[in-house]
């Protein structure tokens, strides 16, 4: 599935019912905090934790959704390492985990204390070599499943994220530009810098007969008689 409609379509499994609750993994702070700001104008109660948040601010997240008030908690691998939470119904691996061994962690996270529960990997097509990684790792095939009824042609309003690499070119690209200018302010100066000063004349005296300047010419003294 495209990532753009990564988010419609974990709105669209709370909508239906499908997961009462659930702890979604994505693979950057940045994709975390715009996951839980899409829910919310959604209408899900969501939260996230990850090293961008002060302890403060992760423990009142991880309490508010053990109690029930935040349907989703959105975390990043670190921030999640440690956190206890019991009978967790659902594992969403929003991105999947480049390292199998992050996706072992994860889903584990709904057996614990011999509960049951449920894992959904959402799987863009760049996404495919890192899941067949995981298969290879889990030593199985995992079943592959959609949704009924989700439009999964359709475009989304706005992207959940720029494409890194499309931030690496826009980024390039602004910097190709700030060296370009940089050089035309350099040679600007430099070109000023060697302009000729102005040749000094002859050394002149103002106040002739006209008002005018007047050259001191070697030779114009005129000599006095002798009387």
């Not at 959704?65 to 990043?76: D, E, H, M, N």
């Not at 959940?160 to 302010?185: D, F, H, M, S, Y």
Request: proline share 7%.
């Amino acid at each position: 599935m495209p990532q753009e409609l990564k988010a419609p379509l974990l709105v669209a499994l709370l909508e239906r019912g499908e997961m009462r609750e659930a702890l979604a993994f994505t693979r950057t702070k940045h994709r975390a905090n715009r996951l839980q700001a899409y829910l919310v104008q959604h209408g899900v109660k969501a939260e996230r934790i990850h090293g961008n948040r002060s302890q403060a601010q992760r423990t009142e997240a991880l309490a508010g959704f053990k109690s029930g008030r935040y349907r989703v908690l959105v975390a990043t691998d670190i921030a999640a390492r440690g956190i206890d939470i019991d009978a967790l119904g659902h594992v969403v691996n929003f991105d999947v985990p480049a390292v199998p061994d992050d996706y072992i962690h994860r889903v584990g996270r709904t057996a614990r204390a011999e509960a049951t529960g449920d894992a959904f990997t959402f799987v863009a097509p760049e996404e495919e070599e890192d899941l067949r990684r995981i298969e290879k790792a889990v030593g199985k095939r995992l079943p592959r499943i959609t949704v009924p009824d989700f439009n999964y042609k359709a475009k989304p309003a706005a992207k959940l994220e720029v494409p890194i690499g499309q931030r690496i070119a826009e980024i390039r690209t602004r910097k190709a530009e700030e060296r370009a200018r940089a050089k035309i302010n350099a040679e600007r100066r430099a070109g000023a810098g060697a302009r000729p000063a102005p040749s000094s004349g002859p050394p002149t005296r103002s106040g002739g007969p006209g008002g005018g300047a007047i050259s001191a010419r070697p030779g114009d003294s005129r000599r006095r008689r002798r009387r």
